[in-house]
């Protein structure tokens, strides 16, 4: 089992930015990848980022330059910094967390909210 905690997000104006962070506890070397989700009101969940194990990373397009995953081995812990943040980036953002034997957890959700 892997427990989630996330936190950091928050009300913000258009340009400005903030960290999530998204802290693992339990069986956190059985974790392969961490990845950042969100959903927006009316919209379906969509990938934001994710980071391997390994320190691989991938971007959806509408983040890429703006958004950096990265993660603290010491911690269990990955961050997304969001800078340049708009308001299509309001959403309720979610941790999920990979483990061996095809399991997965999620987080509780964060809301990040832009205001123009």
């Known amino acids: 089992q892997v427990q989630i905690v996330e936190s950091g997000g928050g009300l913000v104006q258009a340009g400005g930015s903030l960290r999530l962070s998204c802290a693992a506890s339990?069986?956190?070397?059985?974790?392969?990848?961490t990845g950042w989700y969100r959903r927006a009101p009316g919209k379906q969940r969509e990938l934001v980022a994710t980071i391997s194990s390994g320190g691989s990373t991938t971007y959806a397009d509408s983040v890429k330059g703006r958004f950096t995953i990265s993660r603290d081995n010491a911690k269990n812990t990955v961050y997304l910094q969001m800078n340049d943040l708009k308001p299509e980036d309001t959403a309720v953002y979610y941790c999920k967390v990979d483990s061996l034997s095809w399991l997965y957890y999620w987080g509780q959700g964060t809301q990040v909210t832009v205001s123009s």
């Open positions: 339990g069986n956190t070397f059985s974790i392969t990848a």
